[in-house]
């Protein structure tokens, strides 16, 4: 059973930075791509930023510039930088992984950022 758990959000000001981790355990083998999305109340789930196992990157217009994504050295653990956080980032964050052609989904984590 692959779990995937998101760690690292909390409340911050305008301007702030935060990072969130996220490892999938359950599994031997390792992930084809990892990447974050978040959802905002009422609004849909939407693409953050991706990575894949060969450390090709693909982030959000909206994000590019202040987050950066990337692998640890663990298996199937990967980060999300979050630096010049504004309001409108404020939304729950979601990690996900593709393994062995499956699509897997943590738990998401709660990032508030304050004006």
């Known amino acids: 059973q692959v779990q995937l758990v998101e760690s690292g959000g909390g409340l911050v000001q305008a301007g702030g930075s935060l990072r969130l981790s996220c490892a999938a355990s359950g599994s031997m083998f390792s992930s084809d791509s990892m990447g974050w999305y978040r959802q905002a109340p009422g609004k849909q789930r939407e693409l953050v930023a991706v990575i894949t196992s060969g450390g090709i990157t693909n982030y959000a217009d909206s994000v590019k510039g202040r987050f950066t994504i990337s692998r640890g050295n663990a298996k199937n653990t990967q980060y999300l930088q979050m630096n010049s956080l504004k309001p409108e980032d404020s939304s729950i964050y979601y990690c996900?992984?593709?393994?062995?052609?499956?699509?897997?989904w943590g738990q998401g984590t709660q990032v508030t950022v304050s004006s």
């Open positions: 996900n992984a593709i393994i062995m052609g499956r699509l897997y």
